[in-house]
């Protein structure tokens, strides 16, 4: 991980949890899903956000590590970018209780996005500027503890 | 994957669709649940589900190989049982058309699941009668194609 | 109601309930959603549905009279035309346990349809084909009991 | 509505939109569970919400005006209380631009909600201090214009 990883702070919906009266496993993604719009808008620039128009989600992977029920106050997600390649890159979190809540750790995950081009309904390289901003929230991969099983 | 993986109908929702027309990637996750809560009635009997009596979600990994639009008709999700511990186990899915309709594939994933007993809110064993029910559907683990790179 | 309201069967997902443990309230309106795209394709043809090319929601209402928690076997919307006008027309729903279930009745709900041609982005008229469906399906508007308190 | 309702701002999801490209009319009311979740704590305080622990939702009435789409700022939701009973109450909603994003109205709502004691599972009487505060955020029930036709 970076030095100083971003943190994108995500709100939270009462719906997310479910019949357990936990966030749901699934809609951790997406709460993901919500880092990455604030992050790549913030990242890539205010008029095009690249979730809009320019990547494809190939794969997740994700661990759950502690139970998060509804706070009224947003989640903190941590986001780096990793594997930076000339047609995609992966982005690793941590979902975790922004600072002055507390430390503790709810998920770690890994994306993997395939840079496309919408208009063309084809793959396509990055960006010499792409790779600038990406490398320079490069880190290392998250590091999954269950995979090794 | 076994000789016959257990193959799950799972009913789409429009509202899978987001905005570029396709199944979300996230919603995918949420139809591999429905297929679990399918799966898990059949193997493990109509009173209790595994799902609502005992197992946590500790883990998903998935891999999406190619788009998918909102359809009247279900989706077909293979399932089998791998790695199955004293614990827990996994299980592989992989998505596709129906038979009648075609052979796309359109994704390939992974849930570890944790057994739990939700009354004293603590890991617990397998039982015997459980892992006898997985032995009956176990088969390799499925190839993930994007992990390796 | 017309004697013999058209019934559709609409399957639950486990996720559709809330942290109360019943079928979330905005969910219901979900489950009228998929009621719909079943009914409007058996109404108005297998190749274009009412849904996809012509309608926009202008309005719901929707009383609940019973919580409704999650089931394996689909639920029953009974579904007809109402208020059929040059532009548009209302649907009323009852929410029900199949008949090899039960009897309970979980929510009344009517919605307003706008007739639009989403190729020119404008409202349209009702065709003679669609007036003709809808007045096969025509009933009286349901019931509501707490609009008029 | 009171001179000045109270206004929440309420944050949208990218997933909220649908395969139109617009917030799906169903997410709708989920925004406004959202408004509830975030007024109900600043009216009736820190440690319950009213939403977690004595209102059920008896009805919704919803109207669309105008057609939404993501953007990252909060959309405005305008909320006060009308119809105060001895067992419930009413809530008028109107979604709006922020005010230094413009002056749309987006779409008109109510919802009927009866005071419950989750505990007892039964009906209750509001007490005299949630009548007291809904008495202070008191206004004219939001006007439908479709519901007329």
Redesign the interface.
Known sequence: MPHTPARFLV?L???D?????HV???EF??LL??AR??AF?EWFGEERTM?DSGV?????????LAPLT?R?APIAVDMWAT?IGGAGFDVSYEVRDPDDVGSALYARAET?LVAYD?ASASPRRLSREERAVLVAHEGEPVP?R??R?
Chains 1, 2, 3, 4 share one sequence.
Do not use: C, Q
């Open positions: 709100p919906r009462w719906s949890m479910d019949a357990y009266g749901n496993n699934v993604l997406r899903e919500d719009v604030i808008r979730l494809l989600v190939a794969r997740h992977e994700i661990e759950y509804f009224h594997k993997t919408f999954f269950w995979r099983r």
